[in-house]
């Protein structure tokens, strides 16, 4: 999926502003930011729900504008805001969807079959969806997503509000598919579902794109939040480790001082290199890379 | 390649109008607007009233088939918006026009199913059909024809409210009923009715069941089904035209 200088708005907010990016084949995207930061917006432009103010975007060499019957036909999608139709039955409700993707009546059946045995619905595949929980709902969604084995899957926010055990079942089998080929578009807010997924993710906020990268390079790369954490055999003055070459600052947790670094190698050769001018002995050392929280936080900060 | 491209969406408006059949055909607005109201108007009309009943039955096939070819399109639309299952439709690889042609097919098939039940009840007490083949094919493009005009009538406004849709189509229904030679035959009316009666669709249904069942008619019947046909054209075409404005105001 290649997306070009993609733009929406509502009057005068830019709700997506000039945002661009590349999601590859077989790929597991990540695209995080807080609440109104236009990640469904976003979703919502590449779907086809609403149409985009500028830019182009284009899902395996289709325009999503040009060709928007092709490149439909092609996705699978979780929407946040829509729904299932709850005074359908879940069967009904998989076969229509088979249905407007043109998936012929046997393999229609086959699919439904396997999907609701996959997600534990199949007992209940004849109750209206009216009487379903939440999870299980997200669940139907999901199957109603990949009813057309779609070659690229589009999800708002799929695990939003779920119990733990339904979270779980429906990242298991997201990875699943992505493991057999699916190329998977996630929007979320929850950084360890991001973290644990994703191949790469894009943060967004206010519209725009503050980062793209994999997720532990997004972490190690985000300069001011390394640090490290040491502690010397005698009590040492945070006001004096603070004057060492390279620590941005110094603060005491416990016997242990942490130094907030941009470049904990270097740091650390001082360190050694302080500790023998002042004879003292290190009896501990680590370095600590920020959570992908952290990153994230900054990100938006500074955007 | 363009037949079949046109065929496919035709096959996602048939998978559609199958879901509206399910969902839509017993929810009440439809019930309370397409066969109670018209059923009890019609009641409160002719009782008392000595009439034969051939000059009742094309009346009376009228009405049945504007009410309930038009109460199914005006509620799909704005239910969908506030169930949020409109989105899916749109986001799915079905043109915009195939969903709404999904609904005029829903439409169309409650108004076509239910206008059997007074044909088969005037038969019943010894009504005799001069033109079987014309009232078929009459009843046929009639109810395609409103059930264009029941898409349009929820084109605009764009709301997801559909007890607001009901009451506005009621209001442009209702005068039309009494001006389509329903309780009047049009040759009856004024010639400021006639002129006015003439815009409505129903007036040409209206005719051609009169001239179905007794053989007489005001309008040539070639015009009456011309103009049905004129009339589904140019109702399908804008209320289409209009969904595709409002619908991102819907979603």
Request: charged residues 20%.
């Amino acid at each position: 999926m290649e997306v070009s200088d993609l733009t929406k708005h509502f009057g005068e907010l830019a709700a997506v502003d000039h945002i661009s990016f590349e999601v590859k084949k077989g790929e597991f995207f990540g695209f995080l930011g807080p609440n109104a930061a236009g990640k469904t917006t976003t979703i919502r432009m590449l779907t086809g729900v609403i149409k985009p103010d500028g830019g182009t975007a284009s899902i395996f060499g289709h325009d999503i504008l040009k060709e928007g019957l092709r490149t439909r036909q092609l996705m699978g999608i979780v929407p946040e805001m829509a729904n299932a139709y709850v005074d359908l039955s879940a069967w009904n409700n998989l076969t229509l969807v088979g249905e407007l993707y043109g998936v012929p009546k046997k393999q229609r059946h086959e699919r439904a079959i396997s999907l609701l045995e996959k997600f534990g619905l199949y007992e209940r595949r004849e109750h209206l969806v009216r009487g379903y929980s939440k999870g299980m709902k997200q669940k139907l969604l999901l199957c109603m997503a990949l009813i057309n084995d779609p070659k690229i899957l589009f999800l708002d926010e799929p695990t939003s509000g779920l119990d733990v055990e339904s979270q779980r079942l429906i990242r298991d089998m997201i990875r699943e598919f992505n493991k057999n080929g699916t190329t998977v578009f996630l929007t979320t807010h929850n950084m360890e579902e991001a973290n644990q997924l994703c191949d790469r993710i894009a943060i967004i906020n206010h519209g725009k794109i503050a980062a793209i990268d994999s997720p532990e390079r997004l972490r190690l790369q985000s300069s001011g939040l390394q640090s490290i954490e040491v502690s010397f055999d005698k009590t040492m003055n945070v006001e004096e480790m603070q004057k060492i070459c390279g620590v941005k600052k110094a603060k005491k947790i416990g016997d242990k001082i942490r130094l907030s670094v941009d470049k904990p190698g270097v740091v650390i050769d001082e360190l050694v290199a302080f500790a023998r001018s002042k004879k003292l002995g290190i009896v501990s050392l680590n370095t600590l890379a920020p959570s992908l929280e952290d990153v994230f936080l900054k990100l938006i900060k500074e955007s | 390649m363009v037949n079949n491209l046109y065929l496919e969406q035709f096959e996602r408006s048939l998978a559609i109008a199958k879901k509206n059949i399910r969902i839509y055909y017993s929810k009440g607005p439809v019930v309370v607007f397409g066969l109670l109201v018209p059923f009890f108007l019609f009641l409160s009309f002719y009782i008392g009233r000595n009439m034969p009943a051939e000059i009742m039955m094309p009346g009376l096939l009228g009405m049945t088939a504007f009410f309930t070819a038009t109460s199914v399109g005006p509620a799909i639309v704005p239910w969908e918006t506030r169930a949020k299952t409109l989105e899916r439709l749109v986001s799915s690889p079905v043109s915009i026009w195939a969903i709404f042609f999904g609904d005029v097919l829903a439409s169309f098939l409650f108004g076509t199913l239910i206008s059997v039940f007074p044909i088969i009840a005037g038969v019943f007490i010894g009504v005799k059909i001069a033109n079987p083949v014309v009232l078929g094919f009459g009843v046929v493009l009639a109810t395609f024809c409103f059930a264009c005009f029941s898409i349009l009538l929820s084109a605009y406004p764009p709301t997801d409210t559909p007890a607001n849709v009901m009451m506005l189509s009621s209001l442009v229904k209702f005068p039309l009923v009494f001006v389509s030679g329903i309780f009047i035959p049009i040759g009856e009316l004024p010639s400021w009715g006639m002129t006015v009666s003439s815009f409505s669709p129903l007036t040409y249904f209206t005719d051609l069941s009169r001239y179905s069942i007794n053989g007489n008619s005001y309008y040539p019947v070639w015009l009456d089904f011309l103009v049905l046909v004129a009339f589904a054209i140019v109702f399908l075409v804008t209320a289409i035209k209009i969904h595709e404005r409002t619908l991102q105001k819907r979603l």
